[in-house]
């Protein structure tokens, strides 16, 4: 299913677990690229082409917000459930962790994948985390990627989680997987920062509802109110602008 142009996957978190899990216990790696993606990662590939042809070679995008999972059910993806980062995160550690899959994480502030490490054994009861890693807020040169790449490999991992922020998990991911010998490299957003209490997640409410943005346009406004502003007008419009059929406009 398309959601402005963008493939969103059209299920919910149950079945692309156990879509993953099988596959990781009956395939080679070949570093499967998925990204959790919501109205942020949708509009910024309507401005950006590049953006948009990089999530087009991502294996699956899944619907991170609701606003995503409305239009694609109108357009007939009947079964489309929100697969929010945070939620597919937990339940694919859990569901895994009697599995002989091997995870590594690789994201947030320095400590907060070690901190989510230990969360996944306390919480989620899972202990088959090979590895963590914090990149740095700039750009990681070739010999650094190839470095972390050999630290990926020798862990065995077959999952690597990828926590950023979009645009740049995805940009993040797609380069790693150059460098990997994985089954499947997915970026979550925030959950690392959520799971490891950094950040406080909306009710339950608010997100059925599609208002988590504003309840962290109001936790963080001087960081979001910019992104927030532009993200929310832009995918109505967008939406409306498609059903509608205007090609083309000022």
């Not at 470095?147 to 979009?166: C, E, F, Y």
């Not at 502003?229 to 205007?246: A, Q």
């Amino acid at each position: 299913m398309q959601v402005l142009g963008v493939h969103i996957y059209e299920y919910n978190i149950r079945k692309i677990t156990n879509e993953i899990i099988h596959h990781i216990k009956d395939n080679p790696k070949t570093n499967r690229l998925i990204s959790a993606t919501g109205a942020h990662g949708i509009i910024h590939a309507q401005r950006i082409p590049g953006f948009k042809k990089l999530l087009d070679s991502f294996y699956l995008n899944l619907p991170d917000g609701m606003p995503a999972v409305w239009v694609g059910r109108m357009k007939g993806a009947r079964e489309m459930q929100r697969c929010y980062g945070p939620d597919f995160f937990e339940y694919l550690i859990r569901v895994s962790a009697g599995a002989n899959i091997k995870h590594f994480f690789c994201g947030g502030k320095e400590g907060v994948a070690t901190e989510l490490k230990t969360v996944s054994e306390r919480k989620f009861f899972n202990f088959n985390v090979v590895g963590v890693f914090c990149p740095p807020f700039r750009y990681m040169n070739d010999v650094e990627m190839e470095a972390l790449g050999s630290q990926i490999n020798n862990s065995g991992a077959d999952i690597v989680w990828i926590g950023l922020g979009t645009p740049r998990q995805e940009e993040f991911a797609s380069r790693l997987s150059s460098y990997s010998n994985v089954h499947y490299i997915i970026t979550v957003g925030a959950a690392f920062d959520f799971h490891t209490g950094k950040l406080k997640q909306a009710p339950n409410w608010m997100q059925n509802a599609g208002l988590e943005w504003l309840f962290r346009l109001m936790i963080e406004p001087k960081r979001l109110y910019k992104r927030y502003l532009t993200i929310v007008p832009l995918f109505i419009f967008y939406n409306v602008k498609e059903f509608l059929g205007i090609k083309k406009y000022r």
